[in-house]
């Protein structure tokens, strides 16, 4: 604004001199040409000198009145014209800001501006009742303030790279300040003007009831795997107490002790107590806790309780760990038990009772990565139902609910890893895991 002042004045006053040049040069005219037709009258004709002489000054003013009344109205028509644009393209920018701004207030996910050291400058109403604060109670505060240590870095990579001018988008944890957490989904978008990064645009979304939603349904899912497993458990479970019965039927008869076969009651005694183990460990209610874990072991753990299953339906499971050194993973164990669980289960269920069923499982380091392959020589799927494989409900199954493989992707997603399916028709089915390697 300031800026255009000196320019306008120079415009004004660049107008105003033009109609003064005009008119003056008019008069100056007029005078020489009137003073030079009077000279040429008077000596000719003296009746018209007089009557010229009478109306020359009439006659300049009617001249230069319609002249001026041209330019002035010119002019003024002009600036009226553009004072109109000016007004028109105001209203726009209005509307346009109004737009924008109802974009920004109604928004049903918070919307916060930050500037360049991620200070908020505003907030939307949304994103007040998220923080659980007021716009003034925010203004100038770090948005980091609302994170927690370990949150800190990853989102401040988030900050950076939008700073360079490309957007993000990620979860990150808050911590209200009544010490509420919430689990908030955001997109970090930069706010460019004239070619320049000048802050930051948040859209957050509290997604924590979401999450507890799917968590529920992972622990339903996983509870509805256990009773199913429960009915070959048991059984594998009475095997070695007949063997038990059976010895201290003939230690009573006999009255003696032997050593053998107080061996073969112990292992019996140790392989209750390992399945059953296994069992209660998996059914047990625990909060998300992602901890270092050899994935070795947590497949050994699993095949235990499988083999219940597996041994029932006359499938033998054969496993091979192939890496050298142990594989440890982030993870939430018990989840991941989970998956292994289900894709294990539906092997065997893919094998008919007529066939010598095979299930081969092996684990080994690839890329950077633990790979584990599970594969049958199961029914197997036609190409085009693997593209539906992972979608819930999708089952083929009288009793099937096919949540499980559903629930598998949930889990594998959840730990930033892969899977991946192969099969054919009447051959098997190979299904391929990765987990990315803990490099602690
Ligand atoms: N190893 C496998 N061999 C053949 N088909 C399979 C295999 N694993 C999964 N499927 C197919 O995928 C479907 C979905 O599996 P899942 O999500 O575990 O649900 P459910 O086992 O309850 O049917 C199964 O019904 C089956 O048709
Ligand atoms: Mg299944």
Known sequence: MNLGEPLNMKKAKEIAFRVTFVYVLLGILWILLSDYFSVVLAHEKLNLYIYFQRYKGWFFVLVTGIILYLLVFRRTKEIIDSNERLRKKERQLFIQHEHYHSLFKHNPDGVFELDMEGKIMSVNPEAESLLEATQQELEA????????????????????????????????????????????????????????????????????????????????????????????????????????????????????????????????????????????????????????????????????????????????????????????????????????????????????????????????????????????????????????????FYSTKEKGTGLGLAICKKIIEKHKGKIVFQSEKQIGTVVKICLPLWEG
């Open 141 to 392: 505060i770090e948005l980091g303030r609302f994170l927690d240590e370990e949150d800190v870095k990853g989102v401040t990579d988030h900050f950076m790279q939008t700073l360079s001018g490309k957007g993000s988008m990620f979860e990150t944890n808050i911590r209200t300040r009544d010490n509420k957490i919430k689990i908030l989904r955001c997109s970090f978008i930069p706010i460019i003007v004239s070619g320049e990064v000048t802050g930051v645009f948040v859209i957050g979304r509290d997604i924590t009831q979401f999450r507890k939603n799917e968590e529920m349904m992972i622990a339903s899912e996983k509870m509805s795997v256990i009773g199913q497993l429960a009915a070959a458990v048991a059984h594998e479970i009475r095997n070695p107490l007949t063997s038990l019965k059976g010895f201290l039927q003939l230690m009573k008869t006999t009255g003696t002790v032997n050593d053998e076969h107080l061996d073969i009651m112990q292992s019996e005694v140790d392989r209750i107590d390992l399945i059953s183990g296994e069992m209660l460990i998996l059914g047990k209610q625990q909060d998300e806790h992602y901890q270092t874990e050899d994935v070795d072991l947590i497949l050994q753990q699993v095949i235990v309780l499988m083999e219940a299953q597996a041994n029932i339906d006359n499938i033998s499971i054969e496993y091979t760990p192939k890496a050298i050194e142990p594989l440890y993973v982030k993870a939430e164990v018990n989840q991941l038990k989970q998956v292994f669980i289900n894709i294990i289960k539906n092997a065997v269920e893919a094998i008919p009772f007529d066939r010598k069923g095979k299930i081969a499982i092996s684990v080994d380091k690839k890329d950077g990565e633990a790979l584990v392959i599970v594969s049958d020589n199961g029914v197997g799927m036609e190409p085009e139902r693997i593209e539906t494989i992972g979608e819930p």
